[in-house]
């Protein structure tokens, strides 16, 4: 049965209402069959960015889930009435969702981020998560001329997942723009969560994370 998510827009950037238990079934139903797509993570910052940027908000419109990773966004759609949700960062989404493919024996394509640090979170991921398979990897610095070859690897890869660490807004772009030529089942955009995952930036405390004030951290 597929779970039946509500998208609603939050000063015209749109947003789903959801929580992390229905993400991840959202995403279970993702990789089981149901119709595959893009998961945007949407924070203050994408939101503002969206109202003056066509190309990013067209991205975020064609995507298959909208997670709300900033609470002021979760806090915009409350005060607004708009419906309910919590907060689903995208640093912890995408471990859970390797989490699954370790368990369902599925691929994992890893796009992004320097050649040092994607090789390091290659190399870390399957200890993290045991039976997590690479099916391949690729730094972010391509050439446009290069991307068809690289499009031609991820998809003889013949992985499930495809993690997009380009910074935003460049992985909605890009995913938008190279996802219908993609055989994966769902892109991810994760940001600098390679890096974090490789040890290189750290994230906030668990304090500020608890208190939605992450942020904040980020800022000072």
Not at 65 to 74: A, K, N, Q, S
Not at 189 to 199: E, K, L, R, Y
Request: charged share 25%; with cysteine.
């Amino acid at each position: 049965m597929l779970v039946d998510v509500k998208r609603v827009e939050v000063v015209g950037v749109p947003v789903d209402c959801v929580d992390v238990p229905v993400t991840h079934r959202t995403v279970g139903d993702i990789l089981s069959g149901a119709a595959g797509g893009n998961i945007i993570a949407v924070n203050p910052e994408k939101v503002m960015r969206a109202r003056s940027d066509p190309r990013l908000l067209d991205a975020l419109r064609g995507a298959r889930l909208l997670i709300p990773d900033g609470i002021g966004v979760v806090l915009a759609a409350r005060i607004l009435g708009l419906g309910r949700m919590s907060r689903v960062p995208g640093s912890e989404l995408m471990p859970a969702i390797c989490e699954i493919a370790a368990r369902e024996g599925r691929g994992v394509f890893l796009f992004g981020a320097s050649p040092e640090v994607n090789a390091m979170v290659a190399q870390i991921l399957p200890e993290r998560y045991p039976g997590l398979r690479i099916a391949g990897r690729h730094h972010g610095y391509v050439k446009d001329d290069e991307m068809p070859s690289l499009i031609d690897e991820i998809n003889r890869s013949r992985a499930d997942v495809l993690f997009v660490a380009l910074g935003s807004p460049k992985q909605e772009y890009w995913m938008a723009e190279n996802g219908p030529r993609l055989n994966v089942r769902t892109c991810q955009g994760v940001g600098g969560t390679f890096d974090v995952i490789a040890g290189r930036i750290k994230r906030a405390p668990a304090l500020f994370i608890n208190l939605h004030l992450e942020w904040l951290y980020r800022l000072l």
